[in-house]
């Protein structure tokens, strides 16, 4: 079964730009999570999404924005980029919300400079 | 979600058994704990979770003491590439949707 794919793997963005990431989960699989990582902050929750619905959001400001498609596939959209946004951006899917175990993609890079 | 407690780093011999301990001392009983990993620049692989019972997979052995308090994440056979930062993550089972909380983590490295 092929694993959570993001694209793109690394991108490189200038202050006040938007960006668009995407995560297509594992076959099957309803959720898909979405997890900012920095040096300072560590691994840190962004937004859940299951059945096109965001159920669940973390502590981020609303130019961190996303949404899922009827197929699960998830993209998550930063609007005018800060340089503190420069990180490592991780989705995960999970058969459903709740219990089960979350399958993490590569990530995708993103550099604001 | 409970607050775990983690070592800042251990160290394992390869081919020895790693025992990787986790306190939670406020976990509730809708709680799960959960192990996840993450080797260098990758994102985060999932390991095993459980409630009560202890639990076993082909990857490593979770045991949950009597009170639940804590918990010790085994990895029988320890091999170079196991070395990475573990994550201990209590999650409750029934308003998390889809949150996992990471702390610090345990950084494990595996000598030859």
């Known amino acids: 079964k092929a694993g959570v794919t993001q694209t793109p793997r690394y991108l490189i963005k200038t202050r006040g730009q938007q960006v668009t990431l995407s995560c297509s989960p594992i076959?099957?699989?309803?959720?898909v999570s979405w997890y900012q990582q920095t040096p300072g902050q560590g691994l840190q929750f962004l937004f859940e999404?299951?059945?096109?619905?965001?159920?669940n959001k973390g502590n981020f400001p609303g130019r961190f924005s996303g949404r899922q498609f009827s197929n699960s596939r998830s993209e998550m959209n930063v609007s005018t980029l800060e340089l503190g946004d420069s990180a490592l951006y991780l989705c995960?899917?999970?058969?459903?919300?709740?219990?089960?175990?979350?399958?993490f993609g590569p990530g995708t890079r993103l550099t604001v400079t | 979600d409970a607050k775990t407690t983690q070592p800042t780093s251990m160290d394992c011999a390869e081919g020895r058994a790693a025992n990787l301990p986790c306190n939670h001392s406020?976990?509730?009983?809708?709680?799960?704990v959960y192990w996840y990993r993450q080797i260098h620049s990758q994102g985060p692989q999932y390991i095993i979770h459980?409630?009560?019972n202890n639990e076993t997979n082909e990857m490593a052995s979770l045991i949950i003491t009597e009170d639940r308090k804590s918990s010790t994440l085994i990895l029988p056979h320890a091999t170079l590439r196991d070395t990475a930062v573990y994550y201990c993550?209590?999650?409750?089972?029934?308003?998390?949707?889809?949150?996992?909380?990471f702390g610090q983590g345990t950084i494990l490295t595996v000598h030859p």
């Open positions: 076959s099957g699989h309803r959720s």
């Open positions: 459980g409630l009560k």
């Open positions: 406020t976990i509730s009983g809708n709680e799960y």
């Open positions: 993550i209590v999650r409750d089972g029934g308003t998390s949707y889809g949150k996992l909380t």
């Open positions: 995960a899917s999970s058969l459903d919300s709740l219990v089960y175990e979350q399958y």
């Open positions: 999404y299951f059945s096109e619905t965001q159920r």
